[in-house]
Each structure stands twice: as structure tokens, then as C-alpha cells.
């Protein structure tokens, strides 16, 4: 970082050199060409770091919170209810109907999120229109039972600790590519500290790569 | 689990003396892989058809005048020497298209593709069609499109890709059932399972319990006469289209009458004579 | 310090620092190039659960059984239902359109009624109530015979419930749309009694004579037919095609034999003629021969020498006599009848000339034969209870025997004698001939009211549009016909909610005769139509529900056979086709072209040929052997004396000299960009002839001029 801005530094004072070897006596500009460019440097890196990641994702909350912990504790395990169906397909978020195998329009718990599911969603008949975290673009195919099954993966591999917790983040979205935020990765340079951390093409084809030796063709994931 | 390690070579061969032109392949496939259609399809040239049946007849007056019709879908062809060089694979500067090793099925990623068009100039065949709109179809009618296959955009090529979703879903249900092979029945294209004559048999050349091996008896050697040719039928009905030119297509022809195998390539004078009883005719 | 140029240098390049080394720009490239692939108008069809329907095409007389594939409960696929009856998997390129028909642009949504000229969307209740009213006037005024009613087909429980009502109502007038079904009972009440049907065994014979059957055109039950034609090889059958173009199927047969239209019934008597001669006919089943046997054999050895229909049909005296023989001395023969579809304008002396065949080799009844049985009444309506208006009506004559005699007489008179019209499921202002003078006919009856799941040339012309679902979104059994071998019937389900605010034909008549209260009322007792099906098709309801169809007979019928030779005895005269003019123009059935209800799908349409629609331009074939002075491609003139069209050349020399031939099923007029204004409706060029012995329209074509345009 420091060797850019010494060159970036240099530059600048290339130029003024050079400036003022072309008129010597008016050198005074260069103080305040240092000051504007220090600014201009901080203002623009900060909101670089800072402003860029929060300009670039819209914020969805999810319709009501939804807790994970609960769930696994009462259903068992993550395919009780994302399950992979007897064609092999995967069910991905659960539809109504596999809510009201234990639900009813009579809220279970006393939280106000279960007041909401059970009043706007049950009682109305609707889905819930969940914002999936992981979700792919309409050009990718994922099988999920090629992961489960053939490659014994555990979900959380790719999907982190979702498991594990008590509240629902908000869905970012990228405004320009309108992907979840999770494709890049929460980290903006798209930094991955863990397997879960980015879900782009290059991850999925590194791993590939090491489990099966190769990358794979295009067909194998796109559609 | 699925042996990945065995190399399919999916294909297919088509029986011209069963085939009616009747058309269901080509709306089936349209149907099964979101094809649009526009107002005026009636030139040919920029109507989308990955499954397109051309009319062809033998050219003699009435009333010795015969009429053949022939399905044409992607060839997905292995290129010369079989080594997965197809033609368009070859010339894609943007890698939208590749060859699978192991299905032998060439892809076409329309978010890839930025329409040269290379891949169309290249392909001998016509297999490839560009949009030059964006798909409409008419109110509320999108409601039908099967998320199996991505709808396409202006400005892409797309083309057959012998229903490769089909074969997707066939190795889910392997993978959930454990069975180690997809059965030949489990992976089939819409438009040989809709054709009303069985006139289209799909499958593994590369496995002799297949029908699509069985009928077209493929040689694994090159032929000797012009190596870059391999995978030649040993079947005397059997032929394939331009063969000649070492493309190695997939999709192979069947017919009895010599005048339709004399077809599958622009023979000079004299030159039928002298391959017409070698089998596959690509000798030379 | 001063601000100047070196200042703004400094804020330049700091800025592009400061962005340098923060993650802008390698995120924004990528989002960019990610952005480039994103066509966020191109529909993004939702993923969910497979699951599969079963059930019953009713698009076509072939009756297939389907499957619909569908997603989270959405149809997204039709295909041909693995081990149904009819076509045992496979299915035609119409039926796997299905469901472009949900959504067509030119669908019916909502009820319509014609204001002045114009069609105003109205309630149910109101529609229901409008058609009652004028209804409920015809029976005050006791004509209730001033009904007519034109239904596709009289097979099924909702044609069922067209004749149940018109009995009820007092009105004798019930037409149907001349359909292979029709023609082929027509043929089997004239020589074997009333009430009896013909199927072929197209399956096992082993000697199929086609006199110009379409099989791979669409004829009888597409589907069954294809297989039959491609499953040729294993079983060493041999098809002769007898036709005057070289047809997909004429292509596709062991040999075609270029035959003069409209001469076929000719060919086929002189053939029975040599059968006679020859004494191959079967003596067995001759015993069952009557209604002067003798004197029809006397008939066609003096009016059907060889050598004289040899000239008349243009083909050879040898080749007549070795088919006749080849088709007596093969093991299993059928004789077709009914050229292309087999629908529309046939002629009864050919469809009895052509079984006759059938009946002399005898045939019948057996594998691989032509089957003649009994209407199978698989359905049990209870009698209407009528009226004295009732049987007053019932007791008028009939008006007509067909539509096109109607409508005939409907323009020879000053003003109808129809008051009211009912049209379900037909397109008769598009799908007969000369649907012009059909047009003018309609016209002139007061109130027409249209079951139409489209707006086409019949419901424009109507007064009220009731819109009907299609045979996705409906309840319906499927009686298999049009010489389809067996005997089933399948049940259509609705895969899909109505899609529009549209209601089941049987729920319509249901709720019309309801509205009209008194006996009416009393007939109609049922809940709703599924109520009325499950009733009237008690006896096969457990199969219909279990398994989605019903097997009626099986394998084939038993009963002895009798032939009356009556009619053909009488030598009925061959029909002309009408005008004066050098060419003999006829219809070309394509079995990508719909010619009756529906109007073809977009898809289908996209597979049509560029040598039968450019633009929208439509081509003639004309052999270049009688096309002098006439470029291929080039523009002419057609001239009949039905009227001209201005249309392209395609030379053929799959058709026969002095002949030419324009698809069938083109030239809509109503809005539907993708299907409708493309050439020329053939049928607008071809002048009707009346049959005397059907009382039908026979002109299997019509005399046509040719000029340079």
C-alpha cells in the first residue's frame, strides 16, 4: 500500500519539479497542491473503505426474524427442512407447507415474529418471501445432492454457521449486479478466511480442483 | 456413487426412413429449452431452431421426384482425431463454449458469450443460431418457461445442448437413489423422447449396452484412410453429415436408401462411386 | 499560498490515490463485468418441485394421452403420456405447444358481448342471462326449432350435453363440423346400418392401401398412425399410397402412385371391380353381402372397366389390376379412406368405394383388419323431459344435414328461418369451404352465441363470446375416434387454473338451460358438469379416476357384419369440382398446420417451411412441367371460381402436372400476430359442392387459373 503511495507521491512531485523548472520563481503552489492532495487522498480512501461498501449494497430486511437455533433444536437437523427431494432436487428454503407440519395460524412462541408468520403468512395463505442469502445466479446450476451425497460436504462448508444462529441479518444486495452479498463475501475486498466466505466461480472450481482434479466444464454448473 | 472417471460420448443416431418431418422434435425442444419465438419466423436464416428439420429430396422430375426429411440438431462435435477441437470450441475467444471430456456434449454459456459469432462461421453444420433481439413472449406466456434452462438475451448465440439438464437431473437422482450409473432411459433428450416414430435413439456411445452403440457399432480407430476420422459407423446405413471433413459429430444418420446417404455430403463426380459401399463413406 | 493549477493536480491525483488503494476499483470491475451479463428483463423462470400430471389432449380428433411437467404446480412441458392407449408415449408437435395455448393472444378472457360493432366485456351472469333471454323468446313464441346448433364432434359428454339440451329445448337443428369421425360413420352406416363406426388396425395389417390418407399428415389419430407408418419395417408391411402429390406420406410409403384428384373413388370401384372379376373376394364374409350385391357387381364390371378408369385417374390399367390383386392376396389389407386429414370436404362414394375393398377381401374384424363395430355409448344420459314446445320443435323437420347446406339455405332465402345460433368448439366461418358465403349466412340469423376459448372468424361474428377453458384447465372425457383402432376413453383433467375468467363448455350449457328454467331445469339437474360425468359415465368412472382412462373394447369386435351395397349399386355420381379453368387446385393437409379449432400455435408455425409461408407470402406448388412462362418464386395470380389470390410460385416435382396444391390451415384474419394474417385460406378459393348421397360438401378441390402477377 505505502509502496503506491510513494509512487503516487513521486509522481506528483515529478511533475511539480518539472513545473518548476519551467518557471522557478512560483513555487509557493506546491504547499497547497500537497494539502489538497492529502485531502483529497483521505476523503477519497475513506470513502473508499467506508461510504463504497454501504453505497454499493441495498439493505432487505427479512419479512420477520427467524431463529435458527430453535429450529435446529426442535426439527433435528438442517434437512429437516431443506431436504433434498426423491428426484434429487433440492427443496432450498421451505415452502408453507413444510412450516404447517408443525405450525398453525396460532402463533407457538410468545415473540412477535411468530405473531407476524402466523397472522400475515399462515392465516393469509401466503409464502413467505424470504431473501436467500445464498442464492445463485439463474445461469448456475447447483446440485446440491452431488455435494451431500457424493462428496459427503456438511452444509455448513458452504453455508457457514447459519445454523447456529438466533437472529436474521439483513439481505444485502449488490446494486449493480443485484447478487447477494454473500457471493463476493461480507469482506469487500473479498478477503475469505473461511471455506463459507465467497461463493464465486473461482471457488467453487478451486475446490473441484482439489477434490476432483479438475476444474470442470462449463455444463457441469452453468445452465 | 457416479464413476466421473469413465468417459461418456453421448449421441445420438436419427433413422431418416422413419423420420415424417412431422416437427415435434423441434417444438419439443423449443418447449423444453425456453426458446422464444418472434411475429415473422419465416426466414430461416435468424429463426432460432436448435432441432431444425430440413426437406430434402432427390431431385429427379416427376414422378421419380422423393422427398427426405432430416433432423438437425447440435452435431457436438469431437474435432479432429476426436481430441474435443470442435470446430466452434476452437475459435471462441471468450471460452462460451468448451467441450466436456466427459459426456462429449459441447456447452454454449449464453452469460459468456458476447456474440462474436465466430462459432457460427465456423460451424459447418448451421447448429448455431444468434439472437439478434431480446426474447418477448406475449403476456403471461413466460409463465410456462422451465427454469432448467436460463431464457437468453440479445446479442448471444445458442444452440443444442442435447438437453444437458436432462442430464443433470438424472445425476441428482443417481446421487439420492446411490446407484453408480445413470440408466440409459434416465438420460434421454426432449426431442427423442417426444418423436411420435422413435425415429431418434439417444445414448452412450461409449457403452455396447446402449442401442445408440449397438446400431451405429462405432470404430474406435481412426480411419485409415483419413486419420483425422474417428468413431466412423460400421453400420453400411449409417453415416454422418460432411464427414470427410474429421469434425467427429455425434449425432449419426441411418437410412436404406443410397440416394439419402449420398446426401450427407457434397460428393464430386465420381467420387460416391468409389466410397459409396465403404462404411461411413468419409474414406478419401 | 494560492490556489492554482498545481493545487487541482494535487486533488486530482490524491483523489485517484485514495480510490487507488481502496477497494474500489477491483470491486467495481468485477461488479462491472458481472453487470455487463445482466439482462434483468429477460425473465428468470422460478425453481421449485417437479411434479408430473396425466392427461388427455383433446386439441385433435387423436385423443393422446399426455403427461404435463410441472414446477412448484406451474405447467411448464407437455408430453406424450408413456403407456396411454392411443399413442403409448410420443406426442405431435400441437399438443407439446399446449401450452402456448393458455396464454394465446387471441384467447377469449371474459364473457363478450356485441355492442353495434363492437365486443364489450360483460359478467357471466350477464352473458348467461342475455343468452337465456333470447333463448326463452324462442320457446314463448313455441319455435324452439329456430335453434340450430354446431358442435366439432357428436362424441363425448359435452357434445352430450349440446344434444341433451337441443332435445330438451325442442330443436332437431344439432349439425356437427364434418370431421374423419363423421365421414368414416357416414361410410359405415351407408354399407353396414346405422349406429356402426369403422377403426383400422393400422398396427398389425401388413398391407396398407391409402387412397390418400394422410397418415403422416395428420389423418386419424396422428400419433397411432406415426407409429404404425415407422413401425412398418419390423413388421415387413407394405403401404401404397394412392394420391395426387407426393405427400409426407406418399414420401414415406413403399410406393406412391400419382392419382387425378378426385378420381380415387373411381380407382377404388374399378379395383373392386377386378376383385370381382378376379373372384378373390373373401366368400366366407360374402354371406353377410345384401342390398343388391349382384347388381353392384354388374355396376362396376360395366361402368369401372380397367383400362377406362386407367384414363380417367392416369394410372396404368396394370398397376390397378397388380394392386388389386397384391391387396386380395396379402394377409392382413386395409383400405383407407378419406384424403389428407380426412376431415372437412370428403366425398361418400369415395369413403364407400374405398371400404368397400375392405369388405370384399373380407377383412373385418380381425387383426390387422378394419374393424366395424357399434358406437361404443359409453355414457348414460338420462331422457330430457320435454315440453309440449318440446316435441312440437323435435317433431320439425331437420333444416339441413349438414353445415354448409344450411348455411346454402339460410342465403337462398329471404330471411333465416334460424333465430338463434349456438357454435361450440368450431370455426365453420374459416374451416369450410367458401367460408365467405358462411360468414353472409351467419349474418342473416338474428343471435349467434360462440363457445370459444379463441376469438377467431366464428366467434367475431357472433353476438355474445362465452369464454370457454382449454383442455388444460378443464374436466372432459376423451372418446378415442377418426378410425383409431381401439376403443378408450381418457379423462382430461385441468393441470392449471383457468387462466382467464373462463368456464367449462358443460358448466355453460348447464347454466343456460338453469336460466332458462321449466323442463329445461328440470333436465339439467346436475350440480355442475363434473357432477353430470361422473353420472352419465358411471359405468367407466372407477377406470377413468384410477388410471385417467377407460378401455371400452378389447381387442376387437365380434358381431357378425352385413354389407348392403345399396348405395354404390346406384352408381352415385362423382363430384366435379367446380369452374372451367386449365389447373386443378387442391388443399394440401401439412401436419404442422392446424385447419380447424384451435388455429396453430405459435411454435407450430415456427416450424412451417419457408416454401409454403415467406413473409407473409404463401406458395402454390406447381410442377415445372406444366409451369410455363412462370419463375420459381415468382408472384401469379390465382384465379377460381371462388374468388383470386395473389401468391408465389414453388415449383415441385412431387406434384402432379396440371395440378396444383395450397397448406391448408393459413390466412387467419383475427389478432394474433404470430399465427393470424400469413397467406392465403385455401378454402376461401374453393367453391363447395353438395354431395346428393351425404348431403355434405365434397369438392375435394376446385379449377384454378394461373397468371403472371
Known amino acids: 500500500m505505502s509502496e503506491i503511495e510513494n509512487k503516487t507521491e513521486h509522481g506528483s512531485m515529478d511533475g511539480a519539479t518539472a513545473c518548476a523548472a519551467g518557471d522557478p520563481k512560483n513555487d509557493t503552489g506546491l504547499g497547497l497542491g500537497v494539502i489538497f492532495f492529502i485531502v483529497a487522498f483521505l476523503i477519497c480512501f475513506l470513502s473508499g473503505w467506508l461510504l463504497f461498501p454501504k453505497l454499493l449494497y441495498s439493505k432487505h430486511e427479512q419479512p420477520f426474524n427467524f431463529d435458527h437455533v430453535l429450529h435446529v433444536e426442535e426439527a433435528g437437523s438442517c434437512d429437516a427442512c431443506h431436504f433434498l427431494r426423491e428426484d434429487g432436487t433440492f427443496s432450498g428454503i421451505p415452502k408453507m407447507v413444510s412450516c404447517l407440519e408443525c405450525h398453525t395460524d396460532e402463533p407457538m412462541g410468545d415473540t412477535p415474529d411468530e405473531l407476524i408468520f402466523a397472522r400475515e403468512y399462515v392465516a393469509k395463505e401466503r409464502e413467505v418471501p424470504w431473501f436467500v442469502y445464498a442464492k445463485q445466479p439463474d445461469c448456475v446450476f447447483f446440485s446440491h445432492a452431488a455435494h451431500i451425497n457424493a462428496a459427503g460436504m456438511d452444509c455448513k462448508t458452504c453455508h457457514g454457521p447459519i445454523g447456529e444462529t438466533r437472529t436474521s441479518r439483513p439481505y444485502e444486495e449488490n446494486r449493480l449486479t443485484g447478487y447477494s452479498r454473500d457471493i463476493w463475501g461480507k469482506n469487500i475486498w473479498g478477503i475469505k478466511k473461511n471455506s463459507w466466505d465467497r461463493m464465486k466461480m473461482n471457488d467453487c472450481a478451486k475446490c473441484h480442483e482439489q477434490e476432483t482434479g479438475h476444474k470442470g466444464y462449463c455444463f457441469q454448473c452453468h445452465k | ?284 | 499560498m494560492k490556489v492554482d493549477r498545481r493545487s487541482f493536480l494535487g486533488l486530482g491525483l490524491g483523489a485517484v490515490a485514495g480510490i487507488a488503494i481502496s477497494p474500489v476499483g477491483a470491486k467495481l470491475t468485477d461488479d462491472l463485468s458481472i453487470w455487463t451479463q445482466n439482462w434483468p428483463w429477460t425473465p428468470v423462470p422460478p425453481d421449485g418441485e417437479i411434479t408430473y400430471d396425466h392427461s388427455v389432449c383433446s386439441l385433435c380428433p387423436g385423443t393422446c394421452g399426455i403427461t404435463v411437467r410441472k414446477i412448484d404446480g406451474r405447467p411448464v412441458k407437455v408430453e406424450g403420456r408413456d403407456t396411454y392407449p392411443v399413442n403409448n408415449g410420443g406426442a405431435c408437435l400441437h399438443g407439446i405447444a399446449g401450452l402456448q395455448y393458455l396464454y394465446d393472444p387471441s384467447r377469449v378472457r371474459t364473457p363478450l358481448r356485441k355492442i353495434n360493432t363492437r365486443f364489450v366485456p360483460v359478467s357471466w351472469e350477464d352473458a348467461l342471462s342475455l343468452v337465456a333471454d333470447r333463448l326463452g323468446e324462442l320457446r314463448e313464441k313455441q319455435t324452439p326449432e329456430a335453434l340450430a346448433c354446431i358442435t366439432d364432434t357428436d362424441q363425448g359428454s359435452v357434445a352430450g350435453l349440446f344434444k341433451h339440451f337441443m332435445a330438451a329445448f325442442g330443436s332437431p337443428n344439432l349439425l356437427t363440423m364434418p370431421d374423419l369421425e363423421s365421414w368414416l360413420a357416414k361410410a359405415a352406416e351407408t354399407l353396414h346400418g346405422s349406429g356402426h363406426t369403422l377403426g383400422f388396425d393400422l398396427d398389425h395389417a401388413d398391407f396398407v392401401l391409402s387412397f390418400g390418407a394422410g397418415l403422416i399428415d395428420g389423418w386419424g389419430s396422428p400419433v397411432a398412425c406415426f407409429k404404425a407408418v415407422a413401425g412398418r419395417k419390423q413388421r415387413d408391411a407394405k403401404l401404397i399410397q394412392f394420391e395426387p402429390r407426393l405427400s409426407n406420406t406418399a414420401a414415406a410409403a413403399d410406393k406412391w402412385i400419382p392419382v387425378n384428384p378426385g378420381t380415387e373413388a373411381d380407382l377404388a370401384l374399378a379395383m373392386c371391380g377386378v376383385l370381382l372379376r378376379e373372384n378373390l373376394f373373401e366368400p366366407e364374409f360374402a354371406d353377410g353381402f345384401k342390398g343388391g350385391f349382384m347388381r353392384f357387381n354388374a355396376m362396376v364390371q360395366e361402368k369401372y372397366p380397367v383400362e377406362a378408369v386407367a384414363d380417367l385417374t392416369g394410372v396404368p390399367a396394370v398397376i390397378i389390376e397388380e394392386t388389386a390383386i397384391a391387396f386380395a392376396k396379402a394377409k392382413m389389407p386395409v383400405a383407407l379412406p378419406g384424403k389428407g386429414r380426412g376431415d372437412g370436404a370428403q366425398s361418400l362414394k369415395e369413403f364407400a368405394a374405398v371400404h368397400t375393398l375392405n369388405c370384399l377381401v373380407g377383412n373385418i374384424n380381425k387383426k390387422g383388419g378394419t374393424f366395424v363395430r357399434q358406437n361404443t355409448d359409453y355414457l348414460d344420459f338420462p331422457y330430457p323431459v320435454q315440453d309440449a314446445v318440446a316435441r312440437k320443435g323435435m317433431a320439425a323437420p331437420r333444416q339441413a344435414a349438414s353445415v354448409q347446406e344450411l348455411t346454402a339455405r339460410i342465403n337462398q332465402s329471404g330471411e333465416s328461418e334460424l333465430k338463434v345460433l349456438m357454435v361450440y368448439n368450431a370455426n365453420p366461418c374459416y374451416s369450410l369451404n367458401d367460408p365467405s358465403s358462411i360468414r353472409t349466412a351467419f349474418e342473416k340469423i338474428p343471435f349467434k352465441v360462440c363457445f370459444s376459448s379463441f376469438m377467431d372468424e366464428t366467434a367475431m361474428v357472433s353476438d355474445v363470446i362465452l369464454p370457454i377453458s382449454t383442455f388444460l384447465e378443464r374436466m372432459e372425457d376423451v372418446p378415442s375416434k377418426a378410425g383409431f383402432a381401439g376403443s378408450v376413453v381418457g379423462l382430461a383433467k385441468p393441470v392449471v387454473n383457468p387462466v382467464f375468467d373462463t368456464r367449462s363448455p358443460g358448466d355453460a350449457v348447464i347454466q343456460i338451460a338453469r336460466a332458462l328454467g321449466g323442463t329445461l331445469s328440470q333436465s339439467f339437474g346436475w350440480r355442475n358438469y363434473e357432477a353430470c360425468l361422473e353420472e352419465v359415465a358411471a359405468g367407466i368412472w372407477d377406470d377413468l379416476i384410477r388410471q385417467g382412462y377407460a378401455v371400452l373394447l378389447n381387442p376387437f369386435p365380434a358381431e357378425p357384419v352385413t354389407t348392403d351395397f345399396a348405395f354404390l349399386a346406384e352408381n352415385p355420381e362423382t363430384i366435379q369440382p367446380a369452374g372451367e379453368y386449365e389447373f386443378t387446385l387442391i388443399p394440401i393437409d401439412n401436419i404442422g398446420i392446424t385447419t380447424t379449432v384451435p388455429a396453430s400455435s405459435p411454435f407450430a408455425i415456427k416450424t412451417v417451411s419457408d416454401r409454403i409461408i415467406k413473409g407473409q407470402d404463401m406458395f402454390v406448388e406447381i410442377n415445372p412441367q406444366t409451369a410455363s412462362g412462370l419463375k420459381d418464386g415468382g408472384f401469379v395470380t390465382l384465379t377460381t371460381p371462388a374468388g383470386s389470390a395473389r401468391v408465389r410460385v414453388d415449383f415441385n416435382d412431387g406434384i402432379m402436372p396440371g395440378v396444383i396444391g395450397m397448406v391448408k390451415g393459413l390466412g387467419h384474419r383475427f389478432d394474433n400476430k404470430y399465427v393470424a394474417g400469413k397467406g392465403v385460406n385455401v378454402n376461401d378459393l374453393i367453391s363447395p359442392v353438395i354431395e346428393p348421397g351425404s348431403g355434405t360438401d365434397a369438392a375435394f378441390g376446385v379449377k384454378a387459373g394461373i397468371s403472371r402477377a
Not at chain 2, 419465416?42 to 426437406?55: A, C, E, G, H, L
Not at chain 2, 459469432?117 to 422451465?146: I, Q, T
Open chain 2, 1 to 284: 456413487m457416479i464413476q466421473d472417471k469413465i468417459a461418456h460420448k453421448f449421441g445420438m443416431v436419427i433413422d431418416l426412413d422413419k423420420c415424417t418431418g412431422c416437427g415435434s422434435c423441434t417444438v419439443s425442444c423449443m418447449s423444453e429449452n425456453n426458446v422464444p419465438f418472434k411475429e415473422d419466423e419465416s426466414d430461416k436464416k435468424d429463426s432460432i431452431t436448435w432441432m431444425r428439420v430440413y426437406r430434402l429430396t432427390n431431385g429427379k422430375p416427376f414422378p421419380d421426384a422423393q422427398i427426405v426429411y432430416l433432423p438437425r440438431p447440435c452435431q457436438h462435435c469431437g474435432g479432429t482425431g476426436d481430441h474435443g477441437h470442435s470446430p466452434c470450441v476452437s475459435v471462441c475467444p471468450a471460452t462460451a463454449t468448451d467441450y466436456g471430456y466427459d459426456t462429449g456434449i459441447v456447452s454454449q454459456i449464453y452469460t459468456r458469450c458476447f456474440g462474436c459469432r465466430y462459432c457460427m462461421v465456423s460451424c459447418p453444420y448451421h447448429a448455431r443460431y444468434f439472437n439478434w433481439w431480446d426474447p418477448v413472449w406475449p403476456e403471461g406466456m413466460e409463465k410456462y418457461l422451465s427454469p432448467n434452462v436460463s431464457p437468453r438475451m440479445r446479442g448471444v448465440v445458442e444452440k443444442c445442448s442435447f438437453c444437458y439438464h436432462r442430464y443433470q437431473l438424472a445425476r441428482e437422482k443417481a446421487y439420492v437413489d446411490g446407484v453408480d450409473e445413470i440408466a440409459e432411459a434416465a438420460y434421454q433428450t426432449a426431442c427423442t423422447t417426444a418423436c411420435p416414430a422413435a425415429a431418434i435413439t439417444f445414448g452412450d456411445l461409449n457403452n455396447p449396452a446402449h442401442k445408440v452403440h449397438q446400431i451405429v457399432k462405432p470404430d474406435p480407430h481412426p480411419d485409415p484412410m483419413n486419420p483425422g476420422v474417428v468413431g466412423k459407423s460400421r453400420n453400411p446405413k449409417v453415416f454422418r453429415l460432411l464427414e470427410r471433413l474429421g469434425t467427429n459429430p455425434k449425432v449419426y444418420y441411418m437410412s436404406e436408401r443410397e440416394w439419402v446417404r449420398k446426401l450427407g455430403d457434397s460428393y464430386l463426380e465420381g467420387e460416391w462411386e468409389k466410397v459409396k459401399n465403404i462404411y461411413g463413406s468419409a474414406s478419401q
